[in-house]
């Protein structure tokens, strides 16, 4: 009697795991099915669309060419679009103002406001209404111009925040004005106009507030050079009290004297303190040849890298090539037209 309930629990434990299995099968063959019939179901798409190609392949082969030919056509009777490109450097950020008035020269060319372009481009208004697009881009930049913007971004930034951002956030993220190189791209239907245009884009950079940075510059750098200038004049009035001191050290078994300022001499360190002196007035001159170039440098609102060139080049773009846009299109037309009547078909034989 004792071994029956022994028994009866084996027996109920073998029927659990058999259950449980029987579950986990059924589970498994669900997952099967469900994959089996996307693919069953992908499958039959690729037939059907197959069978609808061969089954109308003549509608769709003249349907196709006739766009072929329509596109050539239509390309060569349009009229051939040129492009060119120059590229600048902006300083004092005055490249805001030339991203505006990029904008207003779109804005004159899509209300065909010809006189107020020919005002700022001083040309005829027949030449400018080749005039197609103005846009204003990125320079190019190698990887070490990007990780030195990047560096100088992550300066101005807290030490917490700046290190959320990683390089991809920062180039991901960062403004088309942030940098200073900008490529000015012009497309026209007369590729002898470019150069023309030169003269009204660059009376695009200068406004009020570029000018009161310019002067803000110009007067900081000013003031910096004044102390630069009264420090070197410092220096060499310790050099000549060490130079007295020198001569008197050759004649004294040890001599001792505090110039103040932090400057206490002795015997022993003279020599190192005037060499010092001389590092330190090299520095400052070194300091003041850097304003000197910068302000020769950065002496206007921008630099014309590369300007336009004599003629431009021919520019097309994904939707002027109608050879193959017309057919694709056409190829795209005849799918939904057999996706309606297929619809159509089905609406009406339906019963509910």
């Not at 089954?55 to 030919?69: D, H, Q, S």
């Amino acid at each position: 009697m004792s071994k029956d309930p022994v028994r009866n629990n084996d027996y109920a434990e073998e029927t659990d795991i058999l259950t449980l299995l029987k579950y986990f099968e059924n589970g498994i063959l669900k997952i099967f099915r469900f994959f089996g019939s996307i693919f069953k179901a992908f499958y039959s798409l690729i037939i059907y669309s197959i069978k609808a190609v061969v089954l109308n392949i003549k509608l769709i082969v003249a349907v196709m060419a006739f766009g072929a030919i329509a596109g050539f056509l239509l390309e060569n009777f349009s009229p051939t679009k040129y492009e060119s490109e120059m590229l600048v450097r902006t300083y004092f950020d005055s490249q805001h103002q030339l991203a505006t008035n990029i904008e207003f020269y779109n804005s004159l060319l899509s209300d065909e406001n010809y006189i107020t372009l020919k005002e700022v481009f001083k040309m005829e208004e027949d030449s400018l209404k080749d005039l197609l697009e103005f846009e204003i881009q990125i320079g190019p930049e190698t990887e070490n111009e990007r990780i030195m913007k990047y560096d100088n971004f992550l300066q101005q930034l807290d030490s917490v925040r700046a290190q959320e951002i990683s390089f991809d956030d920062f180039l991901e993220g960062r403004d088309i004005l942030s940098g200073n190189l900008f490529q000015i791209r012009v497309v026209s239907k007369n590729k002898n106009i470019f150069r023309r245009l030169e003269g009204g884009i660059l009376n695009s950079f200068q406004n009020l507030y570029s000018i009161k940075k310019k002067e803000k510059r110009d007067s900081l750098i000013a003031i910096q050079k004044i102390n630069l200038r009264e420090a070197i004049v410092e220096i060499d009035s310790l050099q000549n009290v060490y130079i007295n001191v020198l001569e008197e050290e050759s004649t004294a078994n040890k001599a001792s004297i505090n110039l103040g300022q932090g400057f206490p001499l002795t015997q022993e360190k003279s020599d190192t303190k005037e060499y010092q002196l001389l590092n330190k007035e090299i520095e400052l001159r070194e300091r003041l040849r850097e304003l000197d170039e910068r302000i020769i440098s950065e002496d206007e609102y921008f630099d014309v890298i590369s300007g336009f060139p004599e003629v431009g080049s021919e520019y097309k773009e994904w939707t002027d090539q109608y050879m193959f846009l017309f057919p694709a299109l056409g190829f795209v037309v005849l799918c939904i037209g057999f996706l309606l009547n297929k619809l159509s078909r089905y609406v009406r034989s339906y019963e509910g």
